[in-house]
């Protein structure tokens, strides 16, 4: 999620699940091709499976950026079909491409020419006036006839004269069953859903009628959630039983990054959500904000702050 979501996002995410597939916020193709690359596509390896999200509608440029996201080690290469933003509409990609299922189509075929890796698309079910039964359709059959292996679907439109980015996260009504109808027509194809899921327990609903479950905001302000994953999901054990044992899980990704000299708040901003409705999350989050922040904060500064939770207050996940 742009602006919101990092490489140290998905490192603290990782310690949460290691079942659910992780996904960079968008890139354009010019960054990609022209910016610096280490900067905005290197990962940790522990952060697989792990995709790419690019925005771009030139299918050329499309194509040299998977297969420079592919060279550095993601797992699947996605393009962005549903983002609403003003910046994105000049550039002609995002949501408007919606109205392009041919270009999109030129765009994933061309990308899969030169990836062995999956190609997914992320869209939403229309855009404006276009009736979502004909246009997540036409989107939909003509991405996979160029090769996509699946699709995620944002399940309501975009408006894209009069509302922000952020309106169209919300205002749009969403449609569950236009996306459950686009599974049943096409049921070789898989397909997530994604928009409006709080819980991993609404998620493992919708995982009755499609194949995967996308989660935005629950996942970033919520992230506790994500310690139920492994077990509701995969019927797997959780990979850590408290919130504590997950964060002093990355206690040396920590140590090895204040080494190369990136920040603790740089990591611990998103921490913010980690403790919920238990004693001492109040003072957690006030001792990440004062102590946490300046340019000398390291590990003893964020142990001091988790002592704050009580171990047994803390969400603790049946293994
Ligand atoms: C701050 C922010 C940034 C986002 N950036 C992206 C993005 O880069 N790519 C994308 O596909 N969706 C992006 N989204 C949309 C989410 O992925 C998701 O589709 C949307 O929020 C609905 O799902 P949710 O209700 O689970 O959050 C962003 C959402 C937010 C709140």
């Not at 904000?289 to 939770?309: F, H, I, K, M, Y």
Request: net charge negative.
């Amino acid at each position: 999620m742009m602006d919101w979501t990092d490489r140290h996002c998905r490192v603290f995410h990782r310690a949460l699940t290691r079942g659910a597939r992780l996904y960079t916020e968008m890139l354009t193709t010019g960054a990609v091709i022209h910016g610096d690359r280490s900067r905005l596509l290197g990962f940790d390896p522990c952060e697989h499976p792990l995709a790419l999200q690019l925005g771009g509608s030139n299918p050329d440029d499309l194509a040299e950026s998977a297969r420079i996201g592919a060279d550095y080690g993601y797992g699947e290469i996605n393009l962005n079909v549903g983002c609403p933003s003003d910046r994105v509409k000049d550039g002609r990609f995002g949501a408007c491409l919606m109205a392009e299922p041919e270009l999109v189509a030129r765009c994933v075929a061309a990308m899969k020419a030169v990836v062995g890796v999956p190609v997914t698309v992320k869209c939403r079910i229309g855009i404006d006036d276009q009736d979502p039964e004909v246009a997540l359709d036409a989107l939909a059959r003509a991405v996979v006839a160029a090769g996509a292996d699946g699709l995620i679907v944002h399940a309501r439109k975009a408006w894209l004269n009069g509302l922000s980015p952020k309106e169209n996260r919300d205002i749009p009504p969403l449609d569950y069953g236009r996306v459950y109808r686009l599974k049943e027509a096409m049921r070789d194809t898989p397909i997530a859903i994604n928009g409006g899921v709080s819980s991993i327990e609404d998620a493992a609903v919708h995982l009755e009628q499609v194949d995967g479950v996308m989660l935005g905001r629950a996942a970033y302000q919520e992230p506790w959630r994500l310690l139920a994953v492994d077990h509701l999901i995969f019927g797997a054990p959780p990979p850590h039983r408290s919130m504590h044992e997950v964060i002093e899980s990355i206690f040396p990704y920590i140590e090895r990054e204040r080494a190369q000299g990136t920040r603790l708040h740089a990591i611990t901003r998103h921490l913010v959500g980690a403790f919920h409705g238990v004693a001492g999350a109040r003072a957690f989050r006030r001792a990440l904000a004062e102590n946490c922040t300046g340019a000398d904060a390291g590990l003893d500064q964020l142990r001091e702050a988790l002592s704050l939770v009580p171990q047994d207050a803390a969400v603790r996940v049946a293994a």
